[in-house]
């Protein structure tokens, strides 16, 4: 139910700020939105709850922690705050932004691996087998797996502005190390599943799977946005 | 702005280009054919240890991940209008070669991560998953040599 409300409130502020923006709002953005906060409440509703199946359980965790992050990424909300804000809180905003805890968190070399050792953590000690007995503890832990897997996506995708971007060589390795981890600890979870748990070589499939995937889309957003980019365009046109 | 000096040279564009699309092309084939369509090659056998884990995992992400790199890079090549056809698949078949050999010697062999085929004798199947690889390797080598003395158009 929190989760139903959570995603009205996301989805209300999105559509009321395209209506508050100082220039168009592109509707493919808007449709992205909300497509990932339905895809987030679905997750975290359903399968994401079934932490004694896994097959079910990794369908939501590709759901939330993937799927969602990606189409939530290309609707670029921080962009859109930024021209649907007054001019002063945009430039607070902006400011905000700069600080350098958050310039850390849309560093791909920080945030990629954050998200991948917070599934280590979820996964590989006691804290899955927990989640079934604490609602507030699954909660939180939705919660993060959204957040962690938002950030190393908009880091390695840069689709909204930030101070200090790295190149699309490191992005792109940021991306595969990423998929890799995820590769792994697909692998480690079919030989030794988390206790009291069933369907675990389905699951651990599914997970390796569907990661490789959402990676492969994630991989081909980030190549053709730079093979579009301005700099690319024009270090293409010149002469060598 | 970059001046001409300072941006890569449209050159090492083409070969890293072929390179990644190589090992990505042949990496894509093993999962499909051998994984997927044959059930030959196993998810996990569970015969090896972490290290062995870690390069497969490195290996699979690393593989498509170069694909789709190889492929922008390729039309960002094809774009500047220099594409050297002797080169691009010299790389290309030195790429895919390389990942034929390390996934047939390091992987099969040294880190026993799986096997070609199970229940049954493996020699014939190593030698035919090696062999194809080097002579992909050798190919690719030669050709990038020969590309070397044509000048850049």
């Known amino acids: 139910m929190t989760a139903v409300v959570l995603a009205l409130l996301a989805a209300g502020a999105y559509v009321g700020a395209t209506w508050r923006c100082r220039s168009p709002w592109p509707l493919a953005r808007t449709a992205s939105w909300l497509a990932g906060v339905a895809a987030a409440a679905v997750a975290v509703a359903g399968p994401m709850g079934a932490h004694g199946d896994l097959r079910a359980h990794m369908a939501g965790h590709l759901l939330l922690g993937m799927a969602a992050p990606l189409l939530l990424v290309l609707a670029a909300p921080v962009t859109l705050a930024l021209r649907a804000l007054p001019p002063a809180e945009a430039r607070r905003l902006a400011r905000l932004l700069r600080t350098a805890p958050l310039r850390w968190l849309a560093d791909p070399l920080v945030a990629v691996p954050l998200n991948a050792a917070g599934l280590w953590l979820l996964y590989g000690t006691g804290l899955h087998g927990a989640l079934a007995h604490s609602p507030v503890l699954s909660a939180g832990v939705s919660a993060h797996v959204l957040v962690a897997g938002y950030l190393a996506t908009a880091s390695v995708l840069a689709v909204d502005p930030a101070p200090h971007r790295r190149g699309v060589g490191v992005r792109a390795l940021a991306l595969a190390g990423g998929a890799a981890a995820h590769d792994v600890l697909a692998k480690v979870l079919y030989a030794h599943p988390p206790a009291g748990t069933v369907g675990a070589e389905e699951g651990a499939r599914l997970m390796y799977d569907g990661g490789t995937v959402l990676t492969l889309l994630t991989a081909a957003v980030l190549w053709r946005r730079w093979y579009t980019s301005r700099e690319a365009v024009r270090a293409a046109a010149q002469p060598a | ?153």
């Open chain 2, 1 to 153: 702005m970059a001046d001409a000096s300072t941006r890569p040279p449209a050159r090492r564009r083409l070969l890293v280009s072929g390179l990644l699309l190589g090992a990505g092309v042949a990496g894509a084939v093993d999962e499909i054919v051998f994984h997927q369509l044959l059930h030959w090659h196993h998810f996990y056998d569970r015969a090896s240890g972490a290290a062995g884990l870690v390069s497969d995992g490195l290996l699979h992400a690393g593989t498509f991940s170069a694909a789709v790199a190889g492929m922008a890079l390729m039309a960002d090549a094809r774009r500047r209008g220099r594409f050297l056809p002797p080169l691009w698949w010299g790389a290309l078949l030195t790429g895919a070669g390389a990942f034929q050999t390390w996934d047939g010697l390091v992987h099969h062999k040294v880190l026993r991560l799986h096997q070609v085929r199970y229940g049954v004798d493996l020699t014939g199947y190593d030698v035919a998953w090696v062999l194809p690889g080097v002579l992909l390797l050798v190919a690719g080598v030669a050709l990038l040599l020969r590309a070397r003395r044509v000048p850049a158009a």
